[in-house]
């Protein structure tokens, strides 16, 4: 029995067999081309299967989206009735502007969510704008209720968008009612929460404040708004508040985004 599996082995139609596997993992693996295209081909999988469930799932959106949008008309009317002479072109996510002042001269380009990840390190989304609608690396983009995510990547025809529940993403944020600045974080795995770093322990901070972009962001202008804080604990070693917040964008259940062009 043993010498048939060793001739087996050592046939030659086994060996070529084997050299062309061992071949075309060594080529696929450490060649670049053939390895883009195959996360290419991924991509485009992914797009295409998601594309089909949410045409599945539209119905259920659209009621959720009515109501949605009942609450956003009702936040529209009066923040109209505070700034009748804002020059602002439609559509824009007006929940999420916090100063109306700050957005003057920028467009907001309408995309819709594919993919997204949960619960990594890295949360990302597939956005189905790219670089013929003008997108490019570091754009802002925002959700209806709050900032969500930086475009990270981009394509002719999709963008990738790097959430602000990924590990490198990092926002320069104010407490407004103290004008006081901080730097936004996410390492617990806990979605829709942040951390507020750099807010020092003699700012009154309390919950239920709100935390916007700040005027020194490279990203953002100031004023939108990113979250609530929760909860706030004093690190005397450290001379700083930690503040956990709670973010008005709601990972699990934004499908329209807004890309956020600046002036020309």
């Given at each position: 029995m043993g010498l048939i599996w060793l001739r087996m082995l050592v046939h030659p139609l086994t060996l070529w067999l084997f050299a062309q596997g061992l071949a075309?993992?060594?080529?696929?693996?450490?060649?670049?081309?053939?390895?883009?295209?195959v996360e290419r081909w991924l991509t485009e999988l992914r797009r295409s299967f998601h594309q089909a469930v949410s045409w599945v799932t539209a119905p259920w959106r659209a009621l959720q989206r009515v109501?949605?949008?009942?609450?956003?008309?009702?936040?529209?009317?009066?923040?109209?009735?505070?700034?009748?002479?804002?020059?602002?072109?439609?559509?824009?996510?007006?929940?999420?502007?916090?100063?109306?002042?700050?957005?003057?001269?920028?467009?907001?380009?309408?995309?819709?969510?594919?993919?997204?990840?949960?619960?990594?390190?890295?949360?990302?989304?597939?956005?189905?704008?790219?670089?013929?609608?003008?997108?490019?690396?570091?754009?802002?983009?925002?959700?209806?209720?709050?900032?969500?995510?930086?475009?990270?990547?981009t394509t002719a025809t999709t963008s990738i968008m790097y959430?602000?529940?990924?590990?490198?993403?990092?926002?320069?944020a104010m407490?407004?009612?103290?004008?006081?600045?901080?730097?936004?974080?996410?390492?617990?795995?806990?979605?829709?929460?942040?951390?507020?770093?750099?807010?020092?322990?003699?700012?009154?901070?309390?919950p239920g404040e709100e935390v916007w972009t700040a005027s020194n962001s490279l990203i953002f202008p100031a004023g939108l708004r990113i979250g609530r804080v929760e909860t706030i604990r004093s690190d005397f070693t450290r001379g700083f508040h930690a503040i956990e917040l709670s973010t008005y964008a709601d990972w699990g259940r934004t499908w329209d985004v807004f890309v956020l062009l600046p002036p020309s």
């Amino acid at each position: 029995m043993g010498l048939i599996w060793l001739r087996m082995l050592v046939h030659p139609l086994t060996l070529w067999l084997f050299a062309q596997g061992l071949a075309l993992y060594f080529y696929l693996n450490f060649s670049p081309l053939p390895r883009s295209a195959v996360e290419r081909w991924l991509t485009e999988l992914r797009r295409s299967f998601h594309q089909a469930v949410s045409w599945v799932t539209a119905p259920w959106r659209a009621l959720q989206r009515v109501r949605e949008l009942e609450v956003l008309t009702a936040q529209l009317q009066q923040q109209l009735s505070l700034r009748l002479d804002t020059p602002l072109s439609s559509p824009i996510p007006i929940g999420s502007i916090g100063d109306f002042s700050a957005i003057a001269g920028y467009r907001f380009l309408p995309a819709k969510v594919v993919y997204r990840t949960f619960f990594l390190r890295e949360n990302y989304a597939l956005l189905d704008k790219g670089g013929r609608e003008g997108l490019y690396p570091g754009l802002g983009v925002l959700s209806e209720r709050g900032v969500i995510g930086i475009i990270a990547e981009t394509t002719a025809t999709t963008s990738i968008m790097y959430a602000l529940f990924h590990k490198d993403v990092h926002l320069s944020a104010m407490l407004p009612r103290h004008n006081m600045l901080g730097i936004t974080s996410w390492q617990a795995a806990t979605l829709n929460r942040l951390n507020l770093d750099y807010v020092p322990l003699y700012t009154q901070v309390e919950p239920g404040e709100e935390v916007w972009t700040a005027s020194n962001s490279l990203i953002f202008p100031a004023g939108l708004r990113i979250g609530r804080v929760e909860t706030i604990r004093s690190d005397f070693t450290r001379g700083f508040h930690a503040i956990e917040l709670s973010t008005y964008a709601d990972w699990g259940r934004t499908w329209d985004v807004f890309v956020l062009l600046p002036p020309s």
